[in-house]
């Protein structure tokens, strides 16, 4: 199995930016691919960004698309969230998750971290 830890959230101004970090310990030479989904409140848990462990292919949502970064560092086993020109809208928790495959659900999800975007 594959445990999740997320990072790096918290309170920012609009138009500022944060970094949100993930580690993933555990059984993570299965790990193919890690993403980042968030979920306000009141709404479903969306899709943000994802990232092939191996290629490095990497997809976003059009919502965030030339705001937001995902990178990795493999050695580390972490995945990076990079948010920049934040908006009050990307207020919500920001879920890292990681699937034995390159399609298909995701096994293993992090505990989240809470985002808040003041206006």
């Known amino acids: 199995q594959v445990q999740l830890v997320e990072s790096g959230g918290g309170l920012v101004q609009a138009g500022n930016s944060l970094r949100l970090s993930c580690v993933a310990s555990g059984r993570t030479v299965s790990i193919k691919t890690m993403g980042w989904f968030r979920q306000a409140p009141g709404k479903e848990r969306d899709f943000l960004a994802a990232?092939?462990?191996?290629?490095?292919?990497?997809y976003y949502a059009d919502s965030v698309k030339g705001r937001f970064t995902i990178s990795r560092d493999s050695a580390k086993n972490m995945v990076y969230l990079q948010m920049n020109s934040l908006k009050p809208e990307d207020t919500a928790i920001y879920y890292c998750?990681?699937?034995?495959?390159?399609?298909?659900?995701?096994?293993?999800w992090g505990q989240g971290t809470q985002v808040t975007v003041s206006s």
């Open positions: 998750a990681a699937r034995e495959a390159y399609i298909g659900e995701y096994d293993a």
């Open positions: 990232i092939f462990w191996g290629a490095g292919n990497i």
